[in-house]
């Protein structure tokens, strides 16, 4: 289906999963924040993230991909008559690891900062998304 049904479609889905757009957006601008000239795992704050992930750029390219990959499957999703959940639950899955690691990267720098208050619940939602996705595969597989 083209035109008006597939715009109606993508409104439709867009509203129950905005968590997944939001962090996708998130994830992506991470990246590239980390590919930005300025050395961020230098800094006190990141001295956690050098044990976790190793090199800053390697850790940007890899967010900034995950991020667009992320985004575009929910495009796909969204504007597909079959909705396709799996691609919604891998990308919630790698998106709660990935906070889980920002989390713990945080948490070895010994350094009590704001982000005790925003990527453990980034890690919770993510969750939440993984919950949601897995239940809109379970309902397109009952389908008949």
């Known amino acids: 289906m083209t035109g008006p049904g597939l715009w109606i479609r993508i409104q ?56 667009f990959l992320r985004l575009g499957g929910l495009v796909v999703n969204g504007a597909r008559k079959n909705v396709t959940p799996w691609i919604r639950v891998v990308s919630a899955s790698l998106g709660f690891l990935l906070f889980v690691g920002i989390t713990t990267g945080y948490a070895l720098s010994g350094v009590v900062s704001t982000w005790l208050a925003i990527y453990p619940v980034f890690a919770l939602v993510e969750l939440m998304n993984i919950y949601r996705a897995a239940h809109d595969a379970g309902e397109s597989n009952a389908a008949p």
């Open 12 to 67: 439709h889905r867009f509203g129950p999963r905005m968590t997944e757009w939001i962090l996708a957006v998130i994830t992506a601008l991470w990246g590239a924040v980390l590919l930005l000239p300025e050395r961020t795992f230098d800094q006190p704050t990141w001295s956690g993230f050098r044990i976790i992930f190793g090199d800053e750029t390697l850790l940007g390219f890899i967010m900034l991909a995950l991020g």
